[in-house]
């Protein structure tokens, strides 16, 4: 149940994420600009520094080619994969990212509770 409630609550962070990138496009519009927002522009945006922390992290220590010197190859988790990530389109990225956080918290509570019902009227 708590678990549930956790995805819900980050579904309805990224929900509010997605309206700030959206926000983000609109005023590029009116600029008249053709771009849209990136995922890496609008992390960077509103925290800069995480973004290179984060970077340093993965391609250190999460990236096994990085962390082995044994395997000798170049590290892949950070280029190209992340940053490929991070040029997508932040507003429908975040929309897809939030209703499956939702989705998985309202599967999640849904199973607590048939299984609340199911013990319930066992004791009974």
């Known amino acids: 149940m708590i ?3 956790v995805f819900i609550l980050l579904g309805i962070f990224s929900f509010m994420l997605t309206l700030v990138s959206n926000y983000f ?3 590029l519009q009116i ?3 053709s771009e849209i927002t ?3 522009q609008f992390w960077f945006y509103f925290a800069p520094n995480s973004l290179q922390i984060a970077e340093a992290i993965v391609s250190r220590y999460i990236d096994p080619c990085s962390a082995l010197e044994v395997l ?3 590290g892949f988790i950070w280029h190209p994969f992340i940053s490929s990530v991070l040029l997508f389109p932040a ?3 975040l929309a897809v990212l939030s209703s499956i956080f939702i989705g998985f918290g309202i599967k999640k509570s849904a199973r607590k509770n048939a299984t609340n ?3 319930n009227s066992r004791n009974v």
């Open 117 to 119: 019902r199911n013990t």
């Open 72 to 74: 000798n190859c170049s």
């Open 38 to 40: 990136q995922l890496g």
């Open 91 to 93: 507003a429908p990225f």
């Open 3 to 5: 678990l549930g409630r």
């Open 31 to 33: 600029e008249n600009k």
């Open 25 to 27: 496009d609109i005023i």
